[in-house]
Each structure stands twice: as C-alpha cells, then as structure tokens.
C-alpha cells in the first residue's frame, strides 16, 4: 500500500534499521524502543493484523521471532522478552501493517505490561467457552 510505513521500509522508500531480511519477512529495530533492542517482525506483503495473515505467514512469523528471542537472549544477555502482537486501534494497534514486537526484558527495568485480573460470573465461564469452540 502507497501509504503504509512498513510496506516503504520493505520497498527500502524509508530506511530502518534491519537484523534480519528474506523474501517473505524483514526483523528490524523499533525506532521507539520499550527496552533497547526491542524488534518488530513483519511480512513484506501487506496485511493490516492477525486475521489477514495465512497459516504459513503467522507460522513464519512466529518461527523467526523464536530465533530473534534466541539471538536477544545471546547478543543482549536479557532475563527474558515479551512476544506480542496488537491487533486493532482498541487493542493498541497505530500501525496497520501487520508486525509482531521481541522486546527484550532485564530484571529491574521499568517496562510494565499488565492487565487487570477479572474474574467470570457463576456461569459466565461456560457461556464465552461455548461462543468461542462454536466458531472454531
């Protein structure tokens, strides 16, 4: 797309700083870090999230975000990392391309991802587990 930001670093129209390169994804670092070290994974084909991704894409990219966690964990001597994905503006998406974010985590940094913990009703449980299995 003409206008999307990830598809003009694909193209090499906006430079970036890339860890990795194929024919399919490119492994970059985020200008805006979490921690420093921070990657995003992305297919070079545009897609906008998760539910226009094919299979073989979503499984590439998840294999190549196990790598980069390796290559973090080795290169970094990180505790751990985080692996997520945002997809929609409500569940924070700002660029609609599709991309995965390794974000290296060190014990002690002031990175918080958290949530709160809610809890279901008395039968609430089964109710969203039956909607759910009834669409797979």
Do not use: T
Not at 51 to 65: D, F, P, Q, R, V
Not at 74 to 102: K, P, R, T, W
């Amino acid at each position: 797309m003409a206008d999307c930001l990830f598809c003009k670093v694909a193209s090499g129209e906006v430079p970036s700083s890339k860890v990795y390169e194929d024919s399919l994804f490119m492994a970059f670092l985020d200008l805006y870090p979490a921690n420093k070290g921070h990657v995003l994974i992305s297919p070079k084909k545009h897609s906008e999230s998760v539910w226009n991704l094919s299979e073989e894409e979503l499984a590439g990219m998840a294999l190549l975000a196990q790598r980069i966690a390796k290559a973090l964990k080795d290169a970094l001597q990180c505790d751990g990392v985080n692996i997520l994905q945002n997809n929609g503006e409500s569940a924070g998406q700002l660029i609609f391309h599709n991309h995965l974010h390794v974000i290296p985590r060190f014990k002690g940094d002031d990175l918080e991802l958290k949530w709160p913990r809610n809890l279901y009703k008395e039968g609430e449980m089964d109710s969203y587990r039956n909607k759910i299995k009834e669409k797979l």
